[in-house]
């Protein structure tokens, strides 16, 4: 390859092949040369490299990790950012088996891998341990691959779920007395999330559809347990109660464990959040429903990294030195917009008031530095949503900055849910703190973990006063054993009503009965 030069002085670029011509002893006496104008060529190659480069930096910056593995389950690529959510770096992770990356059973998400194949695309959330030993949680979305009609892979994306996590945990432990008082119903109670997902089933479930206590219901469909025939219409009543109608008591056939049918009853309650949005549905039944989320497809082509960028639920973004939008995925229809209504715009137009506070952040960004914040701005149409930004400045190979690229997720739902959780604890603690009744937790060596303002009244100890002191020091002595047992025994019990003695701070025997409920974690007894 050479550079030719024209009549008229322009340079282009040229491809040469050149042959001797020989006499007939086969010496050479002239040379012919093939002449092929490459220009064209070479800046489709240029072109190409520069897409390439570009979705290479999206994918290598966006928060969720993309992956390939192909059909027996080994990482065929994982991008870069996964040294931030695990430690390893991503060569100590291409050429592994995905089942050997998931601490949990290798049967079942071998069966869940399998299922991708049926599904096309599938969702799942698991435990992860991090190089460091820590755990955490994260969502994996899959699509399958296929090559002349056979499976060939599985390719998506994987998503820190950690904080959203904690937060439902938190939120579940302080809705114990909520729990409690459902669980206390005749009736079967079950509660399901817009998507038709359990969160909550008392135990008059088990008995009803014949499971056992090992048997847990949430997360799994409402659906499963009802007649086939029957699930459609079910499903266009949930649609009704959420659009607001009311759907009285309806009958439908169960469908028990062992495949059994039986007549159930079902009258259903919305439950709305604190501006009256429709958060979940509430049954009083003999039966539960489930709705599998779906997402779209992961379209497979060449520009592979297009694809799944523009199919994440992130938006990715990307802004010039001028504040001028040059790219925003798909995802940005969330609120309210298309990407064509963005682009070529300065971002400040959207920011809303927090507009100024963007400006600052993108123009203070250093290279190599990557920022998260969060702002509340508006949607299209005016409402107000809290969105969380990753940030990371381009700059060219002269260090010139060029702008930034990142991401951006809607997290007003986790703050909705954060807030939901400090009022529950507050009203909670306060109907605590008011009744005359000592409330307390232990752990199981009988260290005092809480207990309630009354037990000044009872015992003349203060809170603060009995707080991290084991219980079985203020205990009358031929008293201890015989509550160490019964303590030790609450793991086979729901619960233990016991009599004993205590010496109160004037040093007088008091007599007390206690209602004890077990706390167990993972299986196992940690205390009441």
Known sequence: EYVGIKADGTKFEIEVNGEFIRDKNGQPVNMIFVTRDISLRKLSEANLNKVQSSYKKLVENINDIIYDIDKEGFVQFISPNIYKLTGYQSEEIVGQNFLDLIGEDRSTIKGRIDNITQSDYVTNEYKLQKKNGETIWVRFSSKANFQNNEFAGASGTLTDITANKITEIELQKSESLYSSILTASPDAITIVDLTGKIVFASHVNYKIFGYDSSFDFRGHSFYEFVDPSAAEEIHQTAMKIIGGEKAGILEYKGLKQDGSMFDLEVNAQLISDEANNPVKVLFVVRD?????????????????FKNLVENINEVVYEIDQHGIVKYVSPAIIQMGYLPEEMIGHSFLKFAGNNAEKLYNNLINIKQGEQITSEYEVPAKDGSLHWLRFSTKA???????????NGTL??????????????????????????????????????????VSPAIEKVLGYSAEELTGKNFYSYMYPEDRTYLAEAFAALESKDSSNLEYRYYKKDGEICWVRSSTTPVITDGVLTGG
């Open 409 to 450: 997720v809607d997290v007003t739902r986790m703050k909705l849910t954060e807030s939901k959780l400090e009022k529950s604890e507050e009203k909670y603690r306060q109907m605590v703190e008011r009744i005359n009744d000592v409330i307390f937790e232990a752990d199981i060596n009988g260290t005092i973990i809480y």
């Open 394 to 404: 381009h700059y060219d190979n002269d260090g010139v900055f060029l702008g930034v």
């Open 288 to 304: 539960t429903t489930e709705k599998k989320q779906l997402e779209e497809n992961l379209q497979k082509s060449e520009a592979k």
